[in-house]
């Protein structure tokens, strides 16, 4: 069974860029969330996506927003890039319909805004 | 406003010995309880985990323990071994799962 497949694995854009990253979750998982990590601050959740709707969000500005595809693959977009969006973007797929058990990762996307 | 807390960033433990990993939380809804390990360059991967309705919960050379009054959780690890040098992770869920900020794990030959 393969795993969680994240794309690209590294980017480099410009301040005031947009970027799209890709996710495709374990097949027959319906739920992928996002997270973005930084140094010292851990792994922050950005959103969940179940069954092509938002079902969770956390603290991020509206500068980042996601959707999920009826196969269950998601896309994570940030507008207006900002140097302090440079990080390891994460996503993670489940299996649960109701909240979370295991979530199982991607590798992640290295985000790098110069 | 951290729900969850892992307050040891480092740790540095003897090759053999037991390593102990700390985390605590804040929200009494959270009812699952995971901890992850994650190398550079790698998403994390899952370890371990203990439902709200449990206080141990044991996997081979892991161990995990829940304190509910103290809203507590530990991680053991017996004994420890040189490819347990990595980031873990704990972490809480309701509805969603929420990380703490990690502690690094050294095992020291």
């Known amino acids: 069974k393969a795993g969680v497949t994240q794309t690209p694995r590294y980017l480099i854009k410009t301040r005031g860029q947009q970027v799209t990253l890709s996710c495709s979750p374990i097949s027959g998982h319906r739920s992928v969330s996002w997270y973005q990590q930084t140094p010292g601050q851990g792994l922050q959740f950005l959103f969940e996506y179940f069954s092509e709707t938002q079902r969770n969000k956390g603290n991020f500005p509206g500068r980042f927003s996601g959707r999920q595809f009826s196969n269950s693959r998601s896309e994570m977009n940030v507008s207006t890039l900002e140097l302090g969006d440079s990080a390891l973007y994460l996503c993670a797929s489940s299996s649960s319909d109701r909240g979370y058990t295991e979530a199982f990762f991607g590798q992640g996307t290295r985000l790098t805004v110069v | 406003d951290q729900q969850v807390k892992q307050n040891s960033p480092s740790l540095s433990v003897q090759e053999g010995r037991i390593s102990i990993l700390n985390c605590d939380y804040t929200?009494?809804?959270?009812?699952?309880f995971l901890w992850y390990k994650k190398y550079p360059a790698e998403g994390p991967t899952f370890l371990i985990s203990i439902s709200s309705i449990k206080d141990k919960n044991e996997d081979g050379r892991f161990t995990v323990f829940l304190n509910k009054s103290a809203k507590h959780l530990s991680l053991h690890i017996v004994p420890s071994q040189p490819g347990d040098s990595a980031v873990y992770f704990c972490?809480?869920?309701?509805?969603?799962?929420?990380f703490g900020k990690g502690t690094r794990l050294h095992i020291l030959p």
């Open positions: 929200n009494s809804m959270f009812d699952y």
């Open positions: 972490a809480a869920s309701d509805d969603k799962i929420i």
